[in-house]
């Protein structure tokens, strides 16, 4: 898929946006604060629907303005209809449609494909198991048909087994109800992620040896017993584990045992990435997540997703730079920020040019 049109108005610093992109390779510069990560922002919400970056949608309006609007134009596969989608942003909700049709976030999610990449992502391997969570949920649970809804309801049964176990259990019956969903869902997106990783971290790990010259290994690490991918399985064995912790849990007010206590762990020729691999190391480990989602994308769905890069290039060593830049040329099309220096590529491309939320086409 790629872009055709994007506009947005009052989104970020930018007052009014046009944007006519390049159908390949295309560079925004500009100095720091002046809206190139506020271009892929938009960009990233025309396509999910949320924020990578905002906690609250008010974040996202212009001072003193009461809503945003952002609206894009794609083309999935040549000879298809365009996608048109239109999402206007207010302070406590957000309305999107595509085609003209109200849908929920879930419906853009599965109709379009992006792939991001910021320098955040280094906490991927340097931050706490919650920021590896929301990146098999977010980046691969789309990948799986009713992830997303069943990562919903186990959440919601949380909140409400947590209630209970805060209370000191609640009533048998209160408690049986939320802990068998909590057991079936969570069993659910357990199943999900380990048959998502089975394609997946092939992918990832060829990658990083062929950089790096060095064996990576990513494992899951479970509350749970894990013997198969089987949800049934999975589900009895959550439950067992429910029934083993229940006086700890009842003590701490927390439910213990489930996919949202669960963690990825990153190994280099055997040692955990995290405590012993260089910052150079971790950024490839990072690379090679991003270009295997790429690939994920192509083998699971048959099309191309597009790709954002919000000032990475520049964090990485010149042979990492070339080597991101000769795997996406010709697979997608890229849109990539950089600094204030120019940027030099051999791939045909357009390059904008940044300040203070007024975009241009350079020369």
Known sequence: ??????????????????????????????????????????????????????????????????????????????????????????????????????????????????????????????????????????????????????????????????????????SRAENELWTEQVCRYGARILSARLKLLRDYVPLACRLFNRWVGEDLNIRYQSSVVVNGADAGLLESNLAKATQHRKEEELRVGQTLSGPHRDDLQFLINGRDARSFASQGRQRAIILALKLAQVRFWQLRTGKQPVILLDDVLFELDAPRRQAVLEALEGEAQVFLTVGDAVFESVSEHKSFYVTDGNLREEG
Request: with cysteine; aromatic share 10%; charged share 30%.
């Open 1 to 170: 898929m790629f872009l055709l049109h994007l506009e947005a108005r009052d989104f970020r610093n930018y007052r009014e946006l046009h944007f006519e992109p390049h159908p390949s390779l295309n560079i925004v510069r500009g100095q720091n604060a002046q809206g190139k990560s506020n271009f892929i922002e938009a960009l990233y919400y025309s396509l999910r629907g949320f924020s990578y970056r905002a906690a609250r949608e008010v974040e996202l309006i212009r001072w003193e303005k009461e809503s945003a609007l952002i609206k894009s134009i794609w083309r999935l596969v040549e000879g298809d209809p365009d996608l048109n989608i239109r999402t206007v942003v207010k302070p406590d909700r957000k309305e999107i449609q595509l085609n003209g049709r109200p849908v929920r976030r879930g419906e853009l999610v599965n109709r379009t494909g992006v792939v991001l990449f910021t320098p955040e992502d280094l906490w991927l391997i340097k931050g706490g198991p919650e920021g590896r969570r929301r990146f098999l949920d977010r980046e691969l649970g789309v990948f799986s048909a009713g992830y997303l809804e069943d990562l919903q309801q186990c959440r919601r049964a949380l909140t409400q087994r947590n209630a209970l176990l805060r209370q000191g259990g609640g």
